[in-house]
């Protein structure tokens, strides 16, 4: 997965990491175990209330915490009024 990445570099790319947060940023940099470095980044934090848009600026994220990578489409992404965007909180779980 880490080679399929070298394309991503310099781009806005949105991580799902393994606890359920959204961040996105700019990939500067990777390594083998997908830890990834990301620049002028954000964290999405949706709620009842609306999306919140929390400032990370440079962030590492460590690869066994990634689950999800994909690459942003800005002009779309800057299209979105996340103001307007809500969603119901998850049920408790059960194991």
């Known amino acids: 997965m880490a080679s399929g990445l070298e394309g991503y570099i310099n781009h806005t790319v949105e991580v799902c990491t393994s606890e359920g947060r959204i961040i996105v940023g700019t990939l500067k940099g990777f390594d083998q175990t997908i ?3 990301l620049d002028d ?3 999405r934090v949706y709620a009842s209330t609306g999306v919140e848009q929390v400032t990370l600026g440079l962030y590492i994220v460590r690869g066994d915490n990634v689950a999800l990578i994909g ?3 800005e002009e ?3 299209k979105i009024d996340f103001t307007e ?3 119901e909180p998850l049920g408790s779980v059960t194991h």
């Open 35 to 37: 830890n990834l470095i």
């Open 41 to 43: 980044s954000h964290e």
């Open 71 to 73: 690459e942003v489409d």
């Open 76 to 78: 779309v992404d800057k």
């Open 85 to 87: 965007i809500r969603v």
